[in-house]
């Protein structure tokens, strides 16, 4: 059974670092073709995608987004992790992790639940 | 803005057929995939459709996906209440708006 569960700060203040794990059960961030995306949704609004991480150590960050984002895995503990600095207060949002799965064309087949960060001071 | 168009709403009866639209562009819908997801009241999206037109197992055939051009649909057949969510596109974008793109959402109301 896949699952993926997100944790981190419910609440971090302004300029503040955010640092949010995906823990993965299910299936192995080392299988081929194997990735993990980051995706939030600010409370009304849409899905925007964050960053992803393939088996291979392929990267990819949103444009917009990129200076702010590191994302890393670490396999043996089955674990995504996602960095954003410089917390913002239009940085509130749920944040989803989710797997990726395809080979040429690709799509998210299994998502966390998410988690809600609140940025306050 | 999103990347991806969708009507913020559409709205239907017990066992009508509804569609969503979602339109993008040559460096995304028109060179790439389709996937739909289902947001739920209170829940994480769940992946409706893929690859266009493929559905996962588990979701009924009441749904399905389509791809023209640089063009999308989503259709609902017979639709249901509980039928009743959020409902989102995306696909790779080729463009610096990548890789990837959603659409803003479209709240679907069953009266």
């Known amino acids: 059974q896949v699952t993926l569960k997100e944790s981190g700060p419910v609440l971090v203040k302004p300029t503040e670092t955010l640092t949010l794990t995906c823990t993965v059960s299910?299936?192995?961030?080392?299988?081929?073709?194997?990735?993990v995306s980051w995706i939030r949704q600010p409370p009304g609004k849409a899905l925007e995608w964050l960053a992803h991480?393939?088996?291979?150590?392929?990267?990819s960050y949103s444009t917009s987004l990129k200076s702010r984002l590191t994302i890393s895995k670490d396999t043996s503990k089955s674990q995504v992790v996602l960095t954003m600095t410089n917390m913002d207060p239009v940085d509130t949002a749920t944040y989803y992790c989710?797997?990726?799965?395809?080979?040429?064309?690709?799509?998210?087949?299994?998502w966390g639940q998410g988690t809600l960060v609140t940025v306050s001071s | 803005q999103s990347v991806l168009t969708q009507p913020p709403s559409a709205s239907g009866t017990p066992g009508q057929r509804v569609t969503i639209s979602c339109s993008g562009s040559s460096s995304n819908i028109g060179s790439n995939t389709v996937n739909w997801y289902q947001q739920l009241p209170g829940t994480a999206p769940k992946l409706l459709i893929y690859?266009?037109?493929q559905r996962p197992s588990g979701v009924p055939d009441r749904f399905s996906g389509s791809k023209s051009g640089t063009s999308a649909s989503l259709a609902i057949s017979g639709l249901q209440s509980e039928d009743e969510a959020d409902y989102y596109c995306?696909?790779?974008?080729?463009?610096?708006?990548?890789?990837?793109?959603f659409g803003g959402g479209t709240k679907l109301t069953v009266l």
């Open positions: 690859s266009n037109n």
């Open positions: 991480i393939f088996s291979n150590d392929e990267k």
């Open positions: 299910g299936f192995s961030l080392s299988n081929a073709r194997m990735g």
């Open positions: 989710a797997r990726i799965s395809g080979w040429i064309q690709l799509w998210f087949d299994y």
């Open positions: 995306a696909a790779w974008d080729d463009s610096l708006n990548g890789p990837w793109v």
